[in-house]
Nanobody, 116 residues
Framework: QVRLVESGGGLVQPGGSLRLSCAASGFTFSSYAMSWYRRAPGKGRELVAHVTSALGSTNYADSVKGRFTISRDNAKNTVYLQMNSLKPEDTAVYYC?????????WGQGTQVTVSS
């Protein structure tokens, strides 16, 4: 059974940092790309960052380039999202995602609130 469990969200002041984690189980983690998405209040889901399986190549939404870093630890079956220089517009529920054989799997989400 595929399971994705996010953690690390919270309340942070503008300019602060958070690191999100997503622990994966139920599939061969190292063989699949992983992504972070977010959904802000009143907005649609947005792809934030993506990391491939083999080479660990990454890409980012323009809105987070230079501030966020996605990484993965295949030994721990975990993908991370390091978020620096956070802005109020980064406030959202952040979701971990993996697409396995055409099916999308999602975690439960973790709330990130950026506010003074």
């Amino acid at each position: 059974q595929v399971r994705l469990v996010e953690s690390g969200g919270g309340l942070v002041q503008p300019g602060g940092s958070l690191r999100l984690s997503c622990a994966a189980s139920g599939f061969t983690f190292s063989s699949y790309a992983m992504s972070w998405y977010r959904r802000a209040p009143g907005k649609g889901r947005e792809l934030v960052a993506h990391v491939t399986s083999a080479l660990g190549s990454t890409n980012y939404a323009d809105s987070v380039k230079g501030r966020f870093t996605i990484s993965r630890d295949n030994a721990k079956n975990t993908v991370y999202l390091q978020m620096n220089s956070l802005k109020p517009e980064d406030t959202a529920v952040y979701y971990c995602n993996s697409r396995l054989r055409g099916t999308d799997y999602w975690g439960q989400g973790t709330q990130v609130t950026v506010s003074s």
